[in-house]
């Protein structure tokens, strides 16, 4: 029995076929929807998300073989892999199935073994591409961290720290697990703009004057910049903390002057997570703040600094924020 529920859409004219493959496929546990034509095809896969494609070839409004044309033409559907169901078996229009982006076909009648074998193993090979993606995804985020962390002098185990932090946060906040782990990936490129920044202003002993503070605060453009056009789902989000974890939800904040809710849950998250730990942190610049001092500050910013629910989740687990320092402690 598959336990792990992949959508399949199913797509054919004739409702004998439909019922026949959905029930074979539900028995081993997949969730299977089903589409008359091309047409009710696009909409239902505009509507949700699959994991794999049955498509008949000869089908009424629109082919087998435009509709898989037009799946691969759009962002959404272009990666779902799609089977064709034929009761051709000429050579010709098998390539043409190769060509328009399919990844096998079956000729109809089919055995019922034969197919669900193939189904399996093209979903294997699906969660396997996408499992090499979100790898290379995070040995980008790592190494880059680690650049980052290079250029500064004083940040120690920050980055590690406010990773933590903000994946607490995130549970608390009630993000479903995928997401607290993109978060926690994400919240340590929230500094990564700073590669720009000369290492005058970077690691100066001292207060910033008017000048440098206003190109330091570039860094959070600069590291948006970096992800902007990435596509893959942990670098989208660590463009979103890269430029937006200096946001304050009373719109007072930078580089965009974001208020509330205007400001993505990521950005909201880290912004607490960094100034909290930053003020416990002994910088060049500054001393370590008292634990009293700090969690007094961060309450005293509850709907200018920081989203009201985040500092109530922050004070009512103050304690678990704290044993994360003590345990990545510099």
């Not at 089977?83 to 078996?89: E, G, K, N, P, V």
């Not at 098998?94 to 093209?122: Q, S, W």
């Not at 720009?196 to 207060?207: E, G, H, Q, V």
Request: charged share 35%; aromatic share 8%.
């Amino acid at each position: 029995m598959n336990l792990s529920r992949e959508n399949i859409l199913v797509v054919d004219d004739t409702a004998t076929n439909l019922v026949l493959v959905k029930k074979l496929l539900e028995r081993d546990g997949y969730c299977v929807e089903t589409a008359e034509n091309g047409r009710e095809a696009l909409e239902k896969v505009r509507e949700r998300k699959f994991d794999l494609i049955l498509l008949d070839v000869m089908m009424p409004i629109m082919d087998g073989f435009t509709t898989c044309e037009r799946l691969k033409a759009e962002e959404k559907s272009k990666d779902i892999p799609v089977i064709f169901l034929t009761a051709m078996s000429d050579i010709r229009e098998v390539n043409r199935g190769f060509e328009v982006g399919g990844v096998d076909y079956i000729v109809k009648p089919f055995n019922p073994r034969e197919l669900k074998a193939r189904v399996k193993t093209h979903l294997e090979l699906k969660a396997y591409r996408e499992e090499e993606v979100e790898e290379t995804q995070k040995d980008i985020v790592f190494t880059l961290a680690y650049v980052g962390e290079l250029r500064s002098k004083d940040t120690g185990n920050h980055v590690r720290r406010v990773s933590e932090y903000s994946g607490l946060l995130g549970e608390l906040y009630g993000l479903k697990p995928k997401t607290v782990e993109v978060l926690k990936l994400a919240s340590a490129m929230h500094d990564i703009g700073k590669v720009a920044i000369p290492d005058r202003i970077l690691n100066k002993p001292s207060a910033l004057d008017a000048n440098e503070r206003e190109m330091m605060n570039r860094h959070t453009e600069w590291g948006q910049h970096i992800f902007s056009r990435s596509k893959r789902p942990i670098l989208k989000a660590s463009a979103i903390v890269a430029g937006q974890h200096h946001e304050r939800y009373d719109g007072t904040g930078y580089p965009k002057g974001l208020k509330g809710e205007q400001i993505h849950i990521f950005g909201r998250i880290v912004a607490l997570a960094d100034v909290f730990d930053a003020l416990l942190t002994k910088r060049s610049y500054k001393e370590e703040w008292q634990v009293s001092r700090v969690l007094k500050y961060i309450t005293d910013e509850s709907g200018k600094h920081f989203d009201p629910k985040l500092v109530e989740l922050f004070v009512d687990n103050f304690g678990k924020f704290l044993e994360i320092r003590q345990k990545l402690k510099d």
